[in-house]
């Protein structure tokens, strides 16, 4: 279907108060809620991962709510129902495919042109608005143009950039930062169960967001770091076996290759921060002192070429060019 109604909700995930950090955020739309002054279209966006669909979740289940107050009450039966997903006025659109299409859309007017079905609002999330087609943000801007008030709709983005000038002036942004590292270390501890040190360790990496934290705590994240930490403080002048060790390690799999340039990426940015303020107890890897110190071997000029040229190879393989070609020459010109 192109549009449906939302997916089952986790209990703990329907409260504002069980989201980790984004605070400023959410007492703003607390605010809106019990001061009666909700918009008629608000832009969720962010990069990913990091709790605008949990956000938007609690903000519907909030004002769905029976109670009517800044935060759901998870008891009564609308909360419920928003809880299992089957609440009439609660509606999720989606991506099929690689867009969202434009009957999504229609069918999402279709629904305006009629009085919720339960109390007073009815709520459109639109995950990922990013990926509307031209027509369907079309026939969306129609529907931002002549806002009814029964009808809430929250577009949620981690690519603002891309969507219509005429749809951003037309909702009400709110800007979600990637998370402190220690709320993403605590979510990791409470939700997930990590020892403290493993926590902190992926928190450093996770770049503020809860899932990728959650993505390198299931892959084999550790182990590639002290991989990649071997590799780089090694002494490479002269030897390019070592060059095409480091090549292969990178991997043939798109995932694969893209997680470790991230890893090569966050240990240069430490060399650097280390050869300003050694010992720097805040970065990433601050654990492996060693091989850090290794690194700064290099001068602050090599370690910035290097980091141009990895972003650069990140940015082609995003647009898909050949893996094998940009690896070796990403790795036979970086300065090591």
Sequence with gaps: MSISKSDPIKKESMSFQDIYGHEKQIALLKSAITGGRLAHAYLF??????GKKAAAM????????????????????????TGHGNHP?????????AFIKIQ??????????????????????????????????????????????????VLITSKPYTLPRTILSRCQQIR?????????AAYLENKESLDHETARMIAAAAEGSIQRARQLKGDDYLA?????????????????????????????????VSEKLSLLLSCFRDALVWKEIPGNPTTANSDEQDAIQAITRLTTDDIL??????????????????KLLTLEAMTFTLRL
Excluded: W
């Excluded at 519907?60 to 009564?76: F, G, H, M, P, V």
């Excluded at 006025?89 to 495919?97: S, T, V």
């Excluded at 002290?226 to 798109?254: T, W």
């Design 45 to 50: 966006h962010g990069r990913e991962g990091i």
């Design 58 to 81: 609690a903000f519907a289940a909030a004002i769905l709510c029976d109670r009517k107050e800044a935060e759901a009450c998870r008891t009564c039966l609308s909360c419920k129902k």
């Design 89 to 97: 006025d609660l509606i999720m659109i989606a991506a099929e495919g």
């Design 104 to 153: 999504a859309i229609k069918d999402l007017l279709h629904m305006i042109a009629f009085r919720p079905l339960e109390g007073g609002r009815r709520l459109f999330i639109i995950d990922e608005a990013d990926r509307m087609n031209q027509a369907a943000a079309n026939a969306l801007l129609k529907t931002l143009e002549e806002p009814t008030p029964a009808n809430i709709l």
């Design 176 to 184: 979600f930062s990637p998370l402190r590292q220690d709320a993403v």
């Design 224 to 256: 590639d770091r002290r991989a990649v930490m071997g590799h780089l403080a090694a002494d490479h002048s002269g030897d390019p076996l070592r060059r095409l060790s480091l090549m292969r390690f990178l991997g043939k799999d798109k995932k694969d």
């Design 305 to 322: 070429y290097n980091l141009q040229t990895i972003s650069t190879s990140i940015r082609a393989l995003e647009y898909n060019a050949n």
